[in-house]
C-alpha cells in the first residue's frame, strides 16, 4: 500500500523560502502525478500545483506562478515545492496527494481523482 509523507512546513517571513517534500512508503512514485495542494483556515483546499510522472506536465496556480517551482526526483522516491517570496495568504497546511498517472496530460486531467495523500504540513507566514 502506497503511502505518501509531506514534510518541510514551517514559521517564516514574508519574503523567505521554504522547500517541501513529497516522499513515499510501501512503493515507488515513479508512475504516479503528484499535485500539492493547500487550505488556509476558514477555506476551502486549492490546488496549487502539479506534476505529471515524467514532469513533461506542470501546472500552478496563478497565485504562486513565478514564485513556487515543483520538481521530482524519481532516483530518491520524492517530489519537492520549492516556494520563494512567500507571503502571509500562503500560509495553510500543505498536503501532496498522489494519483496513477495514465493520462496524455496529467495534470489538466487528473482533477479530483487523487487517492493517496499526506497528512499535511502546515506553513505560516508571518512577521
Known amino acids: 500500500q502506497l503511502m505518501v509523507v509531506d514534510s518541510g512546513g514551517g514559521l517564516v517571513q514574508p519574503g523567505r523560502s521554504l522547500r517541501l517534500s513529497c516522499a513515499a512508503s510501501?512503493?515507488?512514485?515513479?508512475?504516479?502525478?503528484i499535485g500539492w495542494f493547500r487550505q488556509a483556515p476558514g477555506k476551502e483546499r486549492e490546488e496549487v500545483s502539479c506534476i505529471s510522472h515524467d514532469s513533461y506536465s506542470i501546472s500552478y496556480t496563478d497565485s504562486v506562478k513565478g514564485r513556487f517551482t515543483i520538481s521530482r526526483d524519481n532516483t530518491v522516491n520524492k517530489v519537492y515545492l520549492q516556494m520563494n517570496n512567500l507571503k502571509p495568504e500562503d500560509t495553510g497546511v500543505y498536503y501532496c496527494a498522489a494519483y496513477w498517472d495514465s493520462f496524455p496530460d496529467f495534470c489538466a486531467e487528473v482533477k479530483g481523482r487523487y487517492n493517496y495523500w499526506g497528512q499535511g504540513t502546515q506553513v505560516t507566514v508571518s512577521s
Open positions: 510501501g512503493g515507488s512514485l515513479d508512475w504516479y502525478g
